[in-house]
C-alpha cells in the first residue's frame, strides 16, 4: 500500500473515527458523570476518561506499540467494571472493559489492513497452524447455532444468545487473530508478557483499594475479594496465568535487589489468591506449582524459596487462611451432608450433562437458568451457569464449540511441549515451560470450580473479562512456540550452508 493512500485512510477514517469516539465519550459523561464511584463526581470521571482516549489516541502507532499499551491500561479499565459508567444495548449493559475490546479490534484490524504487506509476512501456514485457526473458526460456528436454535429449544432469547455467543466466542477469538499477527519477534514476546505481569500487579493493588473503601474492617479477612473482576472464582481463573509467571521472573532476575522486588510481588499474587477464599484456586495453583518443578528442572530451586514465601503469607494472613480451611471443611459436614454450595455445583454439573445429551447444539449463551428450571435439582433456586468451564461451553454453546477449544488448546500446548522435550535453548525451554503451566494451571481450575465465560447477571451487566485474559494467552503463547521454531529451522539452514 503506497504512503499517499495510507495517509488518505488516516485523515478520512481513522481520525473522524476518533474524533466520533471523543464525543460520544464526552456526551456519556456529560449525562452521566458518576463512574468513579459515588460522590466522586466529575473529575475523577474525566481522569479515567482521559486514560481511554488517550490511548486511543495513538492510532498512528504499530499494532505492537498499539498493543503493548491496551495491556498497560487494563487495570484501569476493569477499574471501570466496577463502576456505574457502562452502555446500554438492549437489555444488556457493556461496561468499558468490554468495550474496549471491541474498539481495540477495530483498530488492529484497520491497522493490519492498512500495513497488511509490512505487518503480515506472507508465509506458508503449516498443518497445525491451520487447524488451530479452523478450530476456532469451529468456535464461532457452533456458538452462532446455538444461539440461533435457543428459542426453539429452551424458549432462549436469541438476542441475548446472540450477543453471549459474540462475548464468549468471537470477539475473544477475533482478538486472538490480530494479536497473534501483531507481534513479530521473541523480544516483542518478553516484554508484552512482562507488562502484562506488572500491570497484573497494579491490578491487584488497584481492586483491593476499590474492596476496601466499600468494606469495614471486620469484613476484611470474611468478605472474597474479586479485585475488580466479576467475582472472585473469576479472578482466581485468571491469576493462574500469572503465578508461574511470578517464578519465572524470580528465576531470571540477575540482580539481587530485582529478585527481592519480584518475590514481593509474589507475595503481592499469592496473598491477593488466598483473598479471595477459593478452593479451586488454591487447588490449581498447588497443581502449577508441581508442573512448573516437572516440566522444568531449573525452575525448581525458586521454588523451594517460594514455599518459604508462601509460609510467610500464611503466617501474616492467619485469618483469611482459616476462612479458606473452613471453606475446605465446609465440602463435606460432621454429618457427611455436602455443603450446599457444593450440592448446588454438582447439581449444576449433572444437569449440564443432561443438557449436552438432549442438546448437543446449545441451548444458547446464558440461558442455563432455563435449563436449570427444567432439569435441576432445586428448580426454585436460580443458578446461572453450570459452574464448570468446559461443560458450560457445551451445555451453551454446543459440542461442536467445545470441540473446536479443545482442539485449538490442545495443539497451542502441544507446540510448547515439542519446545520443552526438543532440542531448543535452556532460555526457551524455560519460557515455554511457563507458559504451558499457565495454561494448563488456568484449564485446571475451569474444571475443579467455576470457570470464565461470557456472563450475564441478573442486572443485565455482561462481563468476559476473564476469558479474554486467557485467549490474549494463548495468542502469545501460540505465536511464541511458532517464532521459536521457525528462528531454529532457519539457525539449522544457516548452518548446514
Not at 504499530?62 to 499499551?69: E, G, S
Not at 528462528?487 to 548446514?496: A, D, M, P, Q
Request: charged share 15%; hydrophobic share 50%; proline share 3%.
Amino acid at each position: 500500500m503506497t504512503h499517499s493512500r495510507q495517509e488518505s485512510i488516516r485523515k478520512y477514517f481513522v481520525i473522524p473515527l476518533y474524533i466520533l469516539f471523543g464525543i460520544f465519550i464526552t456526551y456519556y459523561v456529560y449525562r452521566n458523570f458518576q463512574i468513579w464511584g459515588a460522590g466522586k463526581g466529575l473529575v475523577g470521571s474525566f481522569f479515567w476518561i482521559f486514560l481511554i482516549c488517550a490511548f486511543w489516541g495513538i492510532l498512528m502507532l504499530d499494532t505492537y506499540k498499539i498493543l503493548f499499551i491496551y495491556i498497560a491500561v487494563f487495570p484501569f479499565l476493569l477499574r471501570l467494571n466496577v463502576t456505574t459508567f457502562k452502555f446500554q444495548f438492549g437489555d444488556v449493559y457493556f461496561h468499558p472493559f468490554m468495550i474496549a475490546e471491541i474498539l481495540l479490534i477495530v483498530v488492529l484490524t484497520l491497522k493490519l489492513l492498512i500495513n497488511k504487506n509490512r505487518e503480515i509476512p506472507q508465509k506458508k501456514v503449516c498443518l497445525e497452524d491451520f487447524i488451530v485457526w479452523y478450530a476456532l473458526v469451529m468456535t464461532f460456528i457452533g456458538s452462532i447455532i446455538s444461539a440461533l436454535l435457543s428459542e426453539s429449544l429452551v424458549n432462549g432469547d436469541i438476542s441475548i444468545t446472540m450477543i453471549s455467543s459474540f462475548g464468549q466466542m468471537i470477539i475473544p477469538g477475533i482478538m486472538m487473530i490480530l494479536i497473534y499477527h501483531s507481534i513479530s519477534t521473541e523480544k516483542q514476546v518478553y516484554m508484552l508478557i512482562k507488562v502484562f505481569y506488572l500491570a497484573f500487579i497494579l491490578n491487584i493493588f488497584i481492586g483491593s483499594f476499590t474492596f476496601l473503601t466499600n468494606i469495614t474492617g471486620a469484613q476484611l479477612f470474611f468478605k472474597r475479594m474479586p479485585f475488580n473482576f466479576n467475582g472472585p472464582n473469576i479472578y482466581s481463573s485468571v491469576i493462574q496465568l500469572f503465578i508461574p509467571l511470578g517464578i519465572y521472573f524470580i528465576f531470571e532476575a540477575k540482580q539481587k535487589k530485582m529478585k527481592m522486588v519480584y518475590y514481593s510481588f509474589f507475595f503481592i499474587i499469592m496473598s491477593s489468591l488466598l483473598m479471595t477464599l477459593s478452593r479451586g484456586g488454591t487447588l490449581a495453583a498447588i497443581s502449577g506449582f508441581i508442573l512448573l518443578a516437572i516440566f522444568n528442572k531449573d525452575l525448581r530451586k525458586p521454588l523451594k524459596k517460594v514455599f518459604i514465601v508462601m509460609l510467610l503469607i500464611l503466617l501474616s494472613l492467619s485469618t483469611a487462611m482459616y476462612n479458606l480451611f473452613m471453606r475446605f471443611q465446609g465440602l463435606l459436614t460432621s454429618s457427611r451432608i455436602m455443603e450446599f454450595s457444593t450440592l448446588i455445583r454438582t447439581s449444576a454439573w449433572k444437569a449440564s450433562l443432561d443438557g449436552i445429551l438432549r442438546y448437543p447444539f446449545g441451548i444458547g449463551g446464558n440461558q442455563f437458568p432455563l435449563l436449570w428450571a427444567d432439569m435441576g435439582r432445586f428448580p426454585s433456586q436460580r443458578v446461572l451457569h453450570s459452574h464448570q468451564f468446559l461443560l458450560g461451553i457445551a451445555v451453551e454453546y454446543g459440542l461442536l464449540s467445545l470441540f473446536g477449544f479443545l482442539i485449538m488448546s490442545s495443539i497451542i500446548i502441544r507446540k510448547l511441549i515439542v519446545i520443552i522435550k526438543g532440542n531448543y535453548s535452556k532460555a526457551s525451554k524455560r519460557f515455554s515451560s511457563t507458559l504451558l503451566v499457565s495454561i494448563i494451571a488456568y484449564l485446571i481450575m475451569g474444571i475443579i470450580s467455576e470457570g470464565p465465560r461470557c456472563h450475564l447477571r441478573d442486572t443485565g451487566d455482561m462481563f468476559n473479562d476473564g476469558l479474554i485474559f486467557f485467549y490474549m494467552f494463548l495468542a502469545i503463547a501460540f505465536k511464541y512456540a511458532n517464532l521459536v521454531q521457525e528462528n531454529e529451522k532457519e539457525n539449522l539452514s544457516n548452518s548446514s550452508i
